[in-house]
């Protein structure tokens, strides 16, 4: 009667929570309603169907109805906008990378490289001279890729 409709509001960790609101509220402003993380509505996902809600779209042009499942996620990283084009760049942090593969690639190819040679070196027999000219040019080329990642 009151215009009112309920929207259950689902989570990864199967909590649920009620929120009432009016079908031609915005998503943002369902954001902003259920308060479970204060400050943190940009960082808030909303699911409805499959689809990513946008916080423009009002919930009768979405088509949620009185008693909807929408799935809430809270994303860990800053939310999503476009770069300030009067900022200064970001510098990036030089006290140490993360572990991961990106940052052993660089060195496991050195490592590979460096076996070739070693083999190159006391197994001459071994390599023709197309398969050396071939290290070479590759030993050449892996050094002007890694110098111009890493060489600023």
Same mark, same amino acid.
């Given at each position: 009667?009151?215009?009112?409709?309920?929207? @259950? %509001?689902?989570?990864?960790?199967?909590t649920?929570?009620?929120?009432?609101?009016? !079908?031609?509220? #915005?998503?943002?402003?369902?954001k902003?309603?259920?308060?479970l993380? !204060?400050? =943190?509505?940009?960082? /808030?996902?909303?699911?409805? @169907?499959?689809?990513l809600l946008?916080?423009? *779209? #009002?919930? @009768?042009s979405?088509h949620?109805t009185?008693n909807?499942?929408?799935?809430c996620?809270r994303?860990? *990283?800053?939310?999503?906008?476009?770069?300030d !084009? #009067?900022?200064? !760049?970001?510098?990036?942090?030089? *006290?140490?990378?993360?572990?991961?593969?990106?940052?052993?690639?660089?060195?496991?190819?050195?490592? %590979?490289?460096?076996?070739?040679?070693?083999? @190159?070196?006391?197994?001459?027999? %071994?390599?023709?001279?197309?398969? #050396?000219?071939?290290?070479?040019?590759?030993?050449v080329?892996f050094?002007?890729l890694?110098?111009? /990642?890493?060489? =600023?």
């Amino acid at each position: 009667c009151s215009g009112l409709i309920k929207i @259950r %509001l689902k989570f990864l960790n199967d909590t649920e929570k009620v929120a009432e609101v009016r !079908p031609e509220d #915005t998503v943002g402003i369902l954001k902003r309603s259920v308060k479970l993380f !204060p400050g =943190q509505e940009g960082q /808030m996902r909303f699911i409805y @169907r499959g689809q990513l809600l946008q916080d423009q *779209g #009002t919930l @009768r042009s979405l088509h949620i109805t009185d008693n909807c499942v929408i799935h809430c996620h809270r994303s860990r *990283g800053a939310p999503a906008t476009l770069p300030d !084009p #009067t900022a200064s !760049p970001a510098v990036p942090d030089a *006290g140490g990378f993360p572990l991961g593969a990106g940052n052993l690639l660089v060195p496991a190819v050195v490592v %590979l490289l460096a076996v070739v040679w070693y083999f @190159r070196l006391s197994y001459r027999q %071994l390599f023709s001279a197309p398969a #050396t000219v071939s290290l070479i040019g590759v030993t050449v080329l892996f050094s002007f890729l890694a110098f111009g /990642m890493y060489g =600023q």
